[in-house]
């Protein structure tokens, strides 16, 4: 049963977002609202160094919403992005974090099924089981889940995805195993609660193409993530094990 004073944090990195940043506010805003936490819960964007006026935008936004905080820092790309997020919501008091992207690829009105099943799993994350962002994403998410299972033992139906409900309390005990510049901490996230034997679950959830603007990673990019997460997955897998 939902309690008024249930803190939800809501967090979305954002770079070089000024196409989709409004509409991306406009969409979430009202989620915040219906779970406030007696003004407590917050929607927190990270402006990750964009060179464009993405965080001018977020201010202005935030002058007439006060659940809204805009947040801009240095760029370090989406991993340490999102994991600067879950920080800084455990450190101001979430009971429960959400986290999602700014390309407007996810709907807010698939929230709900989520926060329904809040207290009876450590997690739930969306699976793309249907996804509309094109095959090379589809291959590499493939791909990504074969190593998983090589380098750390377990099977993860899609570690990755930007759309995840996670009790703090668990969030906050294994989030330090996670390094601050790691490029894919979503994916180790999901990685050491099916190490951990946490509680998760996968509900299908709804993936459009990106609804503007342009992607920052492309191909070549993926796979000099891939190398160094090669790396790293054998670092912390040792940490883990």
Known sequence: ?????????????????????????????????????NGESRLVVIDDGSKDDT??????????HPLFSPITKTNSGHGA???????????????????????????PSEFEQFWDQREAWDMVIGWRNNRQDGGSRIFVTRILR??????????????NTPFRLMKADTLRRYIDLIPNDFNLSNVVLSV??????C??????????????????I???????????????FRQINRVLN
Not at 55 to 64: F, P
Not at 146 to 159: E, H, M, P, Q, Y
């Open 146 to 159: 074969l190593v998983i299972r090589i380098c750390f033992g377990v099977s993860v139906k899609d570690a």
């Open 199 to 216: 509680r998760v679950k996968y509900l299908p959830i709804t993936f459009r193409p990106r609804q503007g603007g342009i992607n920052s």
């Open 81 to 107: 992005t999102v994991l600067y997020g879950y920080h800084y919501a455990l450190d101001h008091g979430a009971d429960f974090v959400f986290q999602t992207d700014s390309d407007g690829q996810t709907l």
């Open 55 to 64: 965080y001018i935008i977020m201010q202005e936004y935030a002058k007439e």
């Open 1 to 37: 049963m939902e309690t008024k004073t249930d803190r939800l944090f809501i967090i979305i990195p954002a770079y070089n977002e000024r196409e989709n940043i409004r509409q991306v506010l406009d969409d979430w805003y009202p989620v915040i609202q219906a779970h406030s936490g």
């Open 192 to 197: 050491i609660y099916a190490k951990k034997g």
């Open 218 to 232: 492309n191909m070549k990019k993926i796979f000099k993530i891939g190398r160094q997460a090669l790396k790293d």
